[in-house]
């Protein structure tokens, strides 16, 4: 990494940031952080698109932690709609209950304190603090991973997975201001995710592809462990997803035998409702019936 290149590439890329950062209703400057916790922990693995719709109707159906704290945890779920991974419902709905209960309805801002919330990790509590309180944290996503990895030391893409190293880099390029290092880290997830995308990014619209040590190396392919793309169609994603979708239409109690109408695979589908019980997303009434939870 070029410690000489470090403040024009902070300069550089949170103009650019300023400059063309796409229009969320959660960076609205009078969103409260409840709405900044959950369009993080919506977001995850989810196009901010699909997020963006979803997130009204939650800010608006529940302003704050308090609201969604009294509704039943099934209509977390049912007004989940298709983000996918609906245990994130149950989490945000567990997480709201915490807040409102011991933090007086509002987000904490200390990183470790957020972490102290049901299905809070590392990055959301340092998102959360940084986005919503302004605090210095280190934010790392796979935009930010990819973007640094590129930026300092020249790899096309990063790790499959977090390493200690790219750690260490994230912290070692965050700004010192506080305002700054708030900034730096969303406009480095947004570079990566309008412009240094995984798959063909758009180099040319970079505002630091002079600094970039992977374009000085050439660019040259990504040459690491093979990656594995997700399937969807026939997995028990699907399924548990089809199973849950009846659930969210039905608004109230389903019978066995229409849930056996959504899938044909008995010991498939039998798995996938086993496994929403096990989850707390589905609650079995009397063995013939299935609502969601209450």
């Known amino acids: 990494m070029n410690i000489d290149d470090l403040g024009e590439?902070?300069?550089r890329i949170i103009e650019w940031y300023r400059r063309e950062q796409r229009e969320l209703p959660w960076r609205n400057a009078d969103c409260s952080a409840w709405g900044v916790l959950l369009s993080e922990v919506m977001s995850q693995q989810t196009p901010v698109a699909r997020v963006a719709p979803i997130w009204l109707e939650w800010m608006e159906r529940w302003p704050?932690?308090?609201d969604l704290a009294?509704?039943?945890p099934g209509e977390a779920v049912r007004h989940w709609g298709r983000l996918g991974y609906p245990r994130r419902a149950l989490r945000l709905h567990e997480a709201a209950t915490a807040i409102a209960r011991d933090h007086d309805n509002v987000v904490p801002s200390d990183p470790v304190v957020l972490q102290s919330l049901p299905g809070?990790?590392?990055y959301t509590a340092a998102a959360v603090a940084a986005f919503?309180?302004?605090v210095r944290t280190v934010v790392v996503d796979t935009n930010i991973r990819r973007v640094e990895a590129r930026l300092f030391t020249g790899d096309a893409l990063a790790a499959p997975t977090l390493t200690a190293a790219e750690s260490r880099l994230a912290a070692a390029v965050l700004p010192d201001d506080d305002e700054d290092a708030a900034v730096w880290n969303?406009?480095?997830?947004?570079?990566g995710a309008v412009v240094c995308t995984a798959k063909n990014p758009t180099c040319g619209s970079c505002p630091v592809l002079d600094l970039c040590a992977w374009q000085r190396a050439g660019a040259p392919p990504y040459d690491g462990p093979a990656r594995k793309g997700q399937k969807w169609a026939g997995t028990d994603r699907q399924v548990r997803g089809k199973l849950l979708q009846t659930l969210r239409d039905a608004h109230g109690p389903v019978s066995r035998g229409t849930l056996d109408?959504?899938?044909s695979d008995e010991a498939q589908r039998?798995?996938?409702l086993a496994g929403l019980i096990e989850d707390g997303l589905v609650e079995p009434l009397d063995g013939e019936q299935f609502a969601l939870p209450t």
């Open 186 to 191: 969303v406009a480095s997830m947004e570079l």
């Open 70 to 72: 009294t509704a039943p």
């Open 132 to 134: 919503a309180y302004g």
């Open 120 to 122: 809070i990790g590392t």
């Open 261 to 263: 109408l959504v899938w």
């Open 9 to 11: 590439i902070h300069c």
């Open 64 to 66: 704050t932690p308090a």
């Open 270 to 272: 039998d798995r996938c």
